[in-house]
């Protein structure tokens, strides 16, 4: 089946950092990236929608220059947290759907973000 | 639009009797609905899926799920539950506009608690 790989799980890293996370379809292309974020005990907020090759389309009330995202290839679409401060703390997953009509989305494990 | 209703935000069941956890959706189109599990920490995993197919779905461990017109409804069953199921568990629709077809609109999720 289709999966889908997130890198890295955790991330603990002092307020100001950028943070750099991965997710790799490893199995299929995804012309379609999505990137949620997800807040204790709630459900998942879509961020925003990476393809590839052009640039990602932000759900209303996302800062784009706060949550940088790049889909360089089919396989890859990366999210930057930048200068993050504590309160972007969270549970962040990615998605992506293999090509074709009515296939569902396939997630990654997700990366815990932690900012001190 | 769509919108989905998860109607019990907890569910607590024994082991060995059977799970019902309810999905109520609303969409302006024809639907797509799927089931997500995500275990602590975990992405979200694929239980199930209905793409206007059969409406009485089988996906795996033995979950199902009935699409209903008539009630909107798109309810999870498994005839006995086991420890491992104890989860968070997701209803998701997706419209069939093609605008927003590969867009999901997620429940608030129900939390599924298994005793002895």
């Known amino acids: 089946g289709a999966v889908v790989s997130q890198h890295p799980s955790r991330v603990i890293c002092k307020s100001g950092t950028s943070v750099k996370i991965e997710c790799r379809s490893l199995?299929?292309?995804?012309?379609?990236m999505f990137w949620y974020r997800q807040f204790p005990k709630q459900s998942l907020m879509l961020m925003a929608t990476s393809n590839e090759g052009s640039k990602a389309t932000y759900e209303q009330g996302v800062e784009k220059d706060k949550f940088l995202i790049n889909h360089a290839s089919l396989t890859l679409s990366t999210l930057t947290v930048t200068s993050a401060h504590p309160e972007d703390s969270s549970f962040y997953i990615c998605s992506a759907s293999v090509p074709g009509s009515n296939q569902p989305q396939h997630f990654g494990d997700g990366t815990r973000l932690s900012i001190l | 639009a769509q919108s989905v209703t998860q109607l019990d935000s907890h569910v607590s069941v024994s082991e060995g009797t059977p799970v019902l956890l309810r999905c109520n959706y609303s969409s302006s189109y024809s639907p797509s609905l799927f089931w997500y599990v995500q275990h602590p920490n975990k992405g979200l995993q694929l239980l199930l899926k209905y793409t206007s197919a059969a409406t009485l779905v089988k996906g795996i461990n033995g979950f199902e799920a009935e699409f209903k017109k008539s009630e909107t409804s798109f309810h999870l069953t498994k005839p006995s539950a086991h420890m491992s199921d104890a989860a968070e568990y997701f209803c998701?629709?997706?419209?069939?506009?093609?605008?927003?077809?590969?867009?999901?609109?997620f429940g608030t999720g129900t939390r599924l608690q298994v005793t002895l």
């Open positions: 199995d299929f292309q995804a012309t379609t």
């Open positions: 998701v629709v997706r419209g069939g506009n093609t605008g927003t077809a590969s867009k999901l609109t």
